[in-house]
């Protein structure tokens, strides 16, 4: 979900205002229900609060809580990259290497 992902990237701060549901319905040409539920998921998740009469708006999160969910991210991205590396047959070490490029570059 973009809103997310601007979030945990600091793209939008804490208490900075959400389109409407309808507007960000139109601007992206998708149903206001499913913008709905998507805004229902950030609320639950704890990344926006949606205050009566005023709107949505980017929570106030710690620091830790952004971080936590960025590690979730990347264990989740890394467990499918360690299942590939063993039905290719490439060692712990290969993919230790590999994964030690990229973070490097």
Sequence with gaps: ???KSFI?????????ALPSMRALAKDLHISVITVQRAYEDLTRDGFIE???GKG?????QNKEFIQEEQLRIAEEL???VAEIG???GISL???TNILKLF???
């Design 1 to 3: 979900m973009q809103v």
């Design 8 to 16: 945990m990237d600091g793209k939008l701060s804490a208490g900075e």
């Design 50 to 52: 949606t205050v009566s």
């Design 56 to 60: 949505s708006f980017v929570a106030s």
């Design 78 to 80: 890394l467990q499918k």
């Design 86 to 88: 063993r039905a290719h």
């Design 93 to 95: 070490g290969q993919m």
């Design 103 to 105: 973070y490097e570059e």
